[in-house]
């Protein structure tokens, strides 16, 4: 199948063209059609699939067949993603294939100034791409409305989820006409996710191009087993050993992402850190370098690495691993796109087995472990490979009781030496 055979207006072949593209991907071939029917969807989809296109491309169709004079401060469609990083990316990907048509697109994020964006929406806008809380800014101060708006696109609705924007989600809901078309798409279903679903969705049509919660077969899945103190010392090696160019690395939190820069710059590898409090401009400008290829290593955070969107990654390495194992799947997604092959390296500690065996499960996969040369480890590996290590409830609840048996024993201990103290008195 081509994209000339999905029935998109000329004007859009020739932009999809111009990007080099000429055969749709499998989420394309299957979201398009449905979408420009006018049903909702229910997407399935990892990142590197070509999901943006999927949703962009029917839009700007239906939007273009349907032209209409915009009132001020109207929207037709909204496209709502958790981070300001991704909307950046998806209002990129529009800007591109709706270049040749006459149609208005802006997006609106935190962390700049508001007058620009009041002056866009003021004019009404064809196409939107907003994060909910700059979204639920201009909502409260009435400089947009969304009674009028005809598509709704939730773009990463798990990431939102997991960052607390349900209850945002909840209020822009809220100003939406009842009728209209929404497009829903999550690289995991949890629970609630299915249940958010239930709740914006209308009669969906399920599109899936892999099973939900599974990672994609076009990454390489290792676990190096490692002393936490060794951590760093273990992946700056094997940077530096296997000439490793382009990494992403993942951290748990924003001070263990600056430290690991840090770290790694003083071991000669030229590394820099992103996460929600870096400045917006030393955001932009650190990704810029890292997709052109001048930063060899990206340290970041899983809200600040969401917008990143490079075809060619090589390499993922989890530093630490996440809380949830659904993030797992968002982290090593970030590789292997586009048919190409990627690699996603794990570090594990003792006390994150517990989460590799809860993410095996998750994915349906057992992930490969080895040990280093030179990076032999804590006796605890040994036994916990045999099933028998705890989580860090049940070492708790494993100390709690051995305390309470300490306590047991020493007061046995001073009952008797209470008995044989009032023997002897006795005996005098």
């Known amino acids: ?247 992403l690395i993942f951290s748990r939190t924003k001070f263990g992402a600056d430290r690991l820069s840090k770290q790694l710059q003083q071991d000669g590898i030229d590394a820099q850190a992103i996460h929600g409090d870096k400045s917006q401009g030393h955001r932009t400008k650190v990704l810029q370098d890292f997709k052109a290829g001048k930063l060899r290593v990206l340290v970041a955070t899983d809200v600040a690495a969401r917008g990143l969107d490079i075809e060619d990654l090589p390499i993922v390495v989890n530093f630490d691993l996440p809380h949830q194992a659904e993030d797992y799947v968002h982290r090593i997604g970030r590789t292997g796109r586009a048919g190409k092959f990627g690699l996603a390296v794990t570090l594990v500690t003792p006390d994150d087995l517990w989460m590799l065996k809860e993410i095996e499960l998750l994915i349906k996969q057992v992930i490969t472990q080895q040990v280093l040369p030179g990076y032999e480890h804590d006796p605890r590996f040994n036994h916990s490979s045999k099933g028998t290590h705890k989580s860090a409830e049940e070492q708790e609840a494993s100390q709690v009781k051995k305390k309470l048996s300490n306590n047991r024993k020493l007061s046995i201990e001073k009952s008797k030496l209470r008995a044989i103290a009032l023997g002897k008195k006795r005996a005098q």
């Open 1 to 247: 199948m081509l994209f000339t055979d999905l029935g998109l207006a000329p004007a859009i072949l020739t932009a999809v063209a111009e990007q080099g593209y000429q055969t749709p991907t499998p989420i394309q071939q299957k979201t398009i059609p449905v979408i420009l029917q006018g049903k909702d969807v229910l997407g399935g989809a990892q990142t590197g699939t070509g999901k943006t296109a999927a949703f962009t491309l029917p839009i700007l169709q239906m939007l273009q067949e349907e032209a209409k004079p915009l009132q001020p401060k109207q929207v037709r469609c909204l496209i709502l993603t958790p981070t300001r990083e991704l909307a950046v990316q998806v209002a990129d990907n529009v800007a591109a294939y709706a270049r040749h048509l006459p149609l208005r697109t802006a997006v609106f994020y935190g962390g700049v100034s508001v007058n620009p964006q009041l002056e866009q929406a003021a004019l009404g806008l064809d196409i939107l791409i907003a994060t909910p809380g700059r979204l639920l800014d201009h909502l409260h101060q009435q400089s947009i409305s969304l009674y009028q708006l005809e598509v709704l696109v939730l773009d990463e609705a798990d990431r939102m989820l997991d960052m607390g924007f349900i209850h945002d989600i909840k209020r822009i809901m809220a100003k939406l006409p009842e009728k209209r078309q929404t497009l829903f798409f999550s690289a995991t279903f949890s629970n609630d996710i299915k249940a958010l679903a239930d709740t914006l969705l209308n009669e969906p049509v399920l599109v899936e191009v892999a099973k939900a919660n599974s990672a994609s077969a076009q990454v390489e899945q290792l676990a190096f087993r490692v002393d936490s103190q060794r951590k760093r010392e273990l992946i700056s090696e094997v940077i530096g050993k296997r000439n490793w160019q382009q990494v």
